[in-house]
């Protein structure tokens, strides 16, 4: 897997659709993987068992969520039926394409 940014040490203005194409592309090169914005957050070294550090990073999980959004409607992922939950909080979840 290559070097993916840590999204824990990136400011809010950094995080692009380029950014997170990169991480998703990544990952999938070496394995499947259910892309939510919980998980890329998780895959780039984000505590995301710390639900306290989650909240307080909203802010970059919304950027995410609309950024996937975006690569939906551009048909580089495709939305799954099912929604993941981690911790009560439900995500919408996507597959490459």
């Given amino acids: 897997m290559k070097n993916i940014p840590k999204l824990y040490d990136v400011?809010?203005?950094?995080?692009?659709?380029?950014?997170?194409?990169?991480?998703i592309k990544s990952i999938s090169e070496k394995?499947?993987?259910?892309?939510t914005p919980l998980n890329?957050?998780?895959?780039?070294?984000?505590?995301?068992?710390?639900?306290t550090e989650v909240l307080k990073n909203?802010?970059?999980?919304?950027?995410?969520?609309?950024?996937?959004a975006?690569?939906?409607t551009q048909g580089i992922i495709e939305k799954r039926v099912s929604k993941q939950d981690y911790l009560g909080m439900k995500e919408t979840a996507y597959n490459l394409i």
């Fill in 11 to 23: 400011t809010l203005e950094e995080i692009n659709e380029t950014l997170i194409l990169g991480i």
């Fill in 31 to 35: 394995r499947k993987f259910v892309i």
């Fill in 40 to 51: 890329i957050m998780g895959e780039s070294g984000f505590p995301i068992a710390d639900q």
């Fill in 58 to 68: 909203k802010a970059k999980r919304i950027k995410i969520k609309r950024i996937l």
């Fill in 70 to 72: 975006d690569l939906n």
